[in-house]
């Protein structure tokens, strides 16, 4: 069974976490500028789907980043009020390894895959 998370380890996953939040909502501002740009519409029709392609692209990147953004500021939150690394599903300690490797992740293992299998079996 995991062990609850020093307060050590707690600063250190809220300053890796800010750090995230900084870089991700310093492109985020840096893209929002660069989309309301005027661009000039090319005359090609293949070009013009280009251009629409990319478009997209990056509003479904940024959008990816703003869900992020969101996720972040929530773990943050669990961190104040204590209750980061607790499974939101069992309500067991998460394992270091996992909040590692994904830091925003609030179901441990065993849950997460039941929740996968579980969308799995509905057709998600």
């Known amino acids: 069974m995991p062990k609850k998370l020093t ?4 600063e250190e996953f809220r300053k890796i976490l800010t750090e995230q939040l900084r870089q991700l909502e310093e492109k985020l501002g840096g ?10 519409v090319p005359a090609d029709i293949s070009d013009q789907a280009t251009q629409e392609s990319d478009l997209y692209f ?8 703003q869900k992020l953004i969101e996720k972040i500021k929530k773990t943050l939150k669990k961190i104040d009020e204590g209750t980061f690394g607790i499974c939101e599903r069992c309500g067991e300690p998460i394992e270091l390894e996992r909040l590692k490797a994904r830091p925003v992740a609030t179901l441990c293992i065993d849950c997460k ?12």
């Open 58 to 65: 990056d509003l479904r990147v940024r959008d990816r980043e």
């Open 7 to 10: 307060k050590k380890q707690l």
């Open 31 to 40: 893209t929002v500028d660069e989309l309301s740009e005027e661009s000039e």
């Open 113 to 124: 895959s039941e929740q996968e299998q579980e969308e799995k079996s509905r057709g998600e």
